[in-house]
């Protein structure tokens, strides 16, 4: 909060243009964010309706990759946008049947409101977190990086192996690798370590995504249990 008698604070060269770069960075990033997990629930709640079939693992990975790289090379161009929609379309398709599955269980419309929810309040608390602190999270960057890639196989192996027990212990890994992710892009967004608002606005999606997905197979487990 500022004080109406504070002094103003002599920047260094350069300083007040990259602060007003960072805050248009931080700008652009949480309007388009807003704007993709817009469009992923719309397509989602159509996969939904029109109760579409999952495209499969395979599928979903060739669609997921294939579209992040096109994204990445995209980056600096205004189809560099477009990328990022058809990635949010994408993984809001694939989310739909996963959806309805939970909604079909007992109870299953809470489950999905819930993990909605807990979804909302980490992803809100974290940005939150970071943005009022400005703390450096950069030295989670190697860690994240092991953690995430060491969870998706794992995650591989628990769906060709069939293990229930190594897949929640998947989902409880990736809630807490997704929320160091939400902590370390904040930061790093905030500090000038991304400069480019549609990667960052990936990152972030991305970890709301596999939250949601993650905290759902968590609480749908829990609910099939009692």
Same mark, same amino acid.
């Given at each position: ?7 103003? #604070? ?8 990259? #602060? ?142 069939? #293990? ?63």
């Amino acid at each position: 909060m500022n004080h109406p008698r504070i002094q103003a #604070i002599a920047l260094p060269h350069g300083g007040a243009e990259s #602060i007003l770069a960072t805050n248009k960075v931080i700008r652009n990033t949480y309007l388009l964010l807003s704007m993709t997990l817009l469009f992923a629930a719309v397509t989602a709640a159509a996969s939904v309706a029109m109760k579409l079939p999952h495209p499969g693992l395979i599928l979903t990975l060739v669609g997921y990759f294939g579209l992040l790289y096109a994204t990445h090379k995209l980056k600096n161009s205004g189809w560099g946008l477009v990328s990022v929609f058809a990635l949010a379309g994408f993984l809001g398709y694939t989310l739909g049947p996963i959806v309805s599955h939970y909604l079909g269980l007992p109870n299953g419309g809470q489950t999905v409101m819930m993990a909605m929810a807990g979804t909302a309040a980490i992803f809100l608390g974290l940005s939150g977190y970071a943005l009022t602190t400005r703390k450096d999270f950069s030295f989670m960057g190697g860690f994240l990086m092991v953690g995430i890639l060491l969870a998706f196989l794992a995650g591989l192996a628990a769906i060709f192996f069939a #293990i229930p027990a190594l897949s929640l212990t998947v989902s409880a890994a990736f809630v807490l690798l997704m929320s160091g992710l939400i902590l370390y892009e904040t930061s790093n967004i905030i500090h000038g370590g991304e400069t480019n608002y549609v990667m960052a606005t990936v990152t972030l999606f991305v970890s709301i995504f596999n939250l949601f997905t993650s905290l759902l197979h968590l609480l749908g487990f829990m609910n099939s249990s009692d």
